[in-house]
Nanobody, 122 residues
Framework: QVQLVESGGGLVQAGGSLRLSCAASGRTFSSYAMGWFRQAPGKEREFVAAVSRTGSTYYAVSVKGRFTISRDNAKNTVYLQMNSPKPEDTAVYYC????????????????WGQGTQVTVSS
């Protein structure tokens, strides 16, 4: 069992930066690939980025070059550094833990956090 808690969301201006964190409980964090997803009102949950157990990364085309996912297995934490965000990045951001990598399919992740709101103003 893995419990995930996101933090770091808030209001940011377009072109600014924001870092999301996801703290995991349990000793098995390093056994999981981790992903970030987002969901805007009225839209389906959308893949953002994923990181493997050993740090390999995988990004959605829409965020590649602007967002960076990373993990610190010693701290049981995964991060999403959001640089140059755009208004269309506004959504609730969720972190998730799963077995497969790379994996953009939210249905194949096993554990989810409660989400953190990110609002990008123009």
């Amino acid at each position: 069992q893995v419990q995930l808690v996101e933090s770091g969301g808030g209001l940011v201006q377009a072109g600014g930066s924001l870092r999301l964190s996801c703290a995991a409980s349990g000793r098995t964090f390093s056994s999981y690939a981790m992903g970030w997803f987002r969901q805007a009102p009225g839209k389906e949950r959308e893949f953002v980025a994923a990181v493997s157990r050993t740090g390999s990364t995988y990004y959605a085309v829409s965020v590649k070059g602007r967002f960076t996912i990373s993990r610190d297995n010693a701290k049981n934490t995964v991060y999403l550094q959001m640089n140059s965000p755009k208004p269309e990045d506004t959504a609730v951001y969720y972190c998730a833990a799963g077995i497969f990598f790379p994996n953009a399919n939210h249905q194949q992740y096993d554990y989810w956090g409660q989400g953190t709101q990110v609002t990008v103003s123009s």
